[in-house]
């Protein structure tokens, strides 16, 4: 079967293998639609941490079930699915008390064990999600959008809330959307006016700031004089992390999302002083991805306008790198099989 390896950063190859077997209680899937994700490109440019090369990266997947190896499975031949890439260990402390997505020996699949760049891949049964009633390219988009209800989920927004986002990248459309959803007020921050643009024009965003100089006084004016009590950083930027605590109210939480392989920080006294609440958001659950398909059939996030580049197995290795322009103003690529 045809399979794309990212031997090292800079170095996409395709390559040749054999179709796997699934073991008992794994399923066969045949690749229809990936998602490319910045963790992808982090990876390509060699600055995603917990990352190994040489690796088939891919985790956000959608494919149809070719055969199943277990008897009590409800899955069958031509199942239409998507992937859960999240392999928890199921017995450390973060597995029992029910959140796999930061399991102490987690594998996210196309990170920590190879990913669904390839024509085939086996996924153990527990980790296919039926979804019948989604077009392939939602079905794609699900995990990138589950990203984003995760966060809000552990940002827990007041309805009337104002909700800061800084990084309107996929991730943080995600965010917007989900915070949105749930009855949030939410302001969007980002340093390309074409990603507030797609905030506002393609998905009906009412606050969108450009950063920079003056962008703290443009939120204090939208929060009626105050900085925000729910600032949620997706950015994967050492400055916007550390300089994200200015921009949090009294009282008020500070979740980063976005992912850095630096150490930093902020001086004691200016965290101390607001009594801020620090929180992580780590990859995402079962239920985040039950809840993005449900929104997805509902109306309530709009995941196909997400889409903007597209490629196949062949031409992915020329795409890809190309991805990293910013000229490009790439939002989501999508490799269709």
């Not at 998602?35 to 956000?60: K, M, W």
């Not at 400055?239 to 004691?268: C, I, N, Q």
């Not at 801020?276 to 997805?296: C, E, I, Y």
Request: aromatic share 4%; charged share 25%; proline share 6%.
């Amino acid at each position: 079967m045809k399979t794309v390896v990212l031997e090292q950063p800079g170095s996409l190859v395709r390559a040749e293998s054999g179709v796997p077997v699934p073991e008992p209680g794994e399923a066969l899937v045949r690749m229809v639609r990936m998602g490319i994700c910045g963790t992808d490109l982090h990876a390509y440019r060699g600055d995603q941490p917990f990352f190994s090369y040489p690796r088939v990266i891919g985790h956000e997947l959608a494919g149809e079930v070719v055969s199943v190896n277990g008897d009590d499975s409800a899955l069958a031949p031509g199942d239409p699915v998507v992937v859960l890439p999240y392999l928890g260990c199921k017995t450390c402390i973060a597995c029992r008390r029910g959140r796999p997505n930061c399991c102490a020996d987690i594998r996210v699949m196309g990170v920590h064990v190879d990913g669904g760049l390839r024509e085939f891949l086996t996924v153990p049964i527990d980790h296919l999600i039926p979804a019948p009633d989604l077009s392939w390219d939602q079905r794609a988009l699900v995990e990138c959008l589950a990203i984003g209800a995760h966060t809000v989920r552990r940002a827990a927004p007041e309805p009337g809330e104002n909700v800061l986002v800084l990084g309107i990248g996929p991730i943080g459309l995600g965010v917007l959307q989900f915070a949105r959803a749930d009855g949030a007020r939410v302001i969007a921050v980002d340093m390309r006016e074409d990603r507030l643009a797609f905030w506002r024009d393609d998905l009906g965003g009412e606050h969108g700031i450009l950063g920079g100089e003056g962008s703290a006084e443009r939120v204090k004016d939208l929060c009626g004089g105050d900085v925000a009590t729910c600032v949620i950083d997706a950015t994967g930027s050492v400055g916007s992390m550390v300089s994200a605590l200015d921009l949090v109210a009294h009282g008020g939480r500070l979740v980063y999302v976005g992912l850095t392989k630096e150490t930093f920080g902020w001086p004691h006294p200016e965290f101390h002083k607001r009594e801020a609440t620090l929180l992580a958001s780590r990859n995402a659950t079962r239920d985040d991805f039950q809840r993005v398909m449900g929104d997805m059939r509902s109306g309530a996030v709009a995941p196909s306008c997400l889409v903007t580049h597209r490629t196949d197995l062949d031409g992915v290795c020329g795409v890809l790198p190309d991805l990293l322009d910013p000229k490009l103003r790439a939002m989501k690529a999508l490799v269709e099989f």
